[in-house]
């Protein structure tokens, strides 16, 4: 069974007795989803963008182990996590992911300026090699792994603070009866959060990020949802949920 998070939560465990082997990549999966599945069957967190002919690194999870990791680059895949001068990082720094090797494809059609952007010579691999910027948030840790930590388009200013959302919806997953949380930006002061199911209390999600994080991550709405509106490409339709809460409030009004 291959599919994103956002589908694959949609799923109970119990009920596909016959799945041995999952596999889920194209949005950041939840830890609590992967220890689920992981009981039953062989998971892998996938990760990888298209630009890189789809998955570029890839890790069995174990639930007993201590971090969800996206494993290692794949066959013929290379990562380096580095930093704004796209110098290497030590093994436990954060940086961005960019993503080198025979996987990278040649660039967006007709679209210099967008290629100039996100690709650039592979200085490590050298021999007229290109390296794809991710825009991934990542660290190596002791054991060559990679952990991902999100996106820097997911890194927003909320009242002069910087607030990483990815950081938000984890901590909601940890809430009681929290399977899938998404945080969003709705102005300069306010951010809003969707969790799954629909019977997750507010309050209680609310109060589980104000006790792990500052008071500026804590989400000013926590709407509940039976299931979190999905892109036709099966990832979560964020634009759909502002929509959402637009009309909610609009009613309340």
Not at 56 to 75: F, K
Not at 128 to 142: K, N, Q, V
Request: aromatic share 6%; with cysteine.
């Amino acid at each position: 069974l291959i599919a994103t998070p956002t589908v694959l939560s949609g799923l109970d465990p119990a009920a596909c007795p016959r799945v041995r082997t999952v596999a889920v990549a194209g949005e950041p999966c939840p830890r609590p989803l992967a220890d689920r599945w992981a009981r039953q069957a062989a998971f892998h967190n996938c990760c990888g963008p298209t630009e890189t002919t789809i998955v570029n690194t890839m890790g069995r999870h174990d639930p007993a182990a201590p971090l969800l990791t996206i494993g290692r680059p794949t066959p013929n895949n290379t990562v380096y996590v580095l930093d704004a001068d796209r110098r290497p990082l030590p093994v436990g720094e954060t940086g961005e992911m960019w993503a080198g090797g025979d996987c990278v494809s040649a660039g967006y059609l007709g679209d210099d300026a967008l290629n100039a952007e996100r690709y650039a010579p592979d200085p490590f691999l050298g021999g007229g090699r290109r390296m794809f910027r991710t825009r991934d948030l990542g660290r190596w840790t002791p054991d060559g792994e990679l952990e991902h930590l999100g996106r820097t388009d997911d890194q927003v200013k909320v009242r002069g603070f910087r607030v990483e959302l990815d950081s938000v919806s984890s901590v909601l997953e940890t809430a009681a009866g929290c399977t899938r949380a998404v945080t969003l930006k709705r102005d300069a002061r306010t951010l809003v959060s969707f969790v799954c199911p629909a019977d997750v209390d507010p309050d209680t999600a609310r109060r589980a990020v104000a006790d792990a994080l500052p008071y500026y991550c804590v989400p000013e709405q926590v709407l509940p949802l039976a299931f979190l509106p999905e892109t036709d490409r099966g990832k979560v339709d964020k634009q759909a949920l502002l929509t959402m809460l637009d009309e909610r409030l609009a009613v309340a009004r």
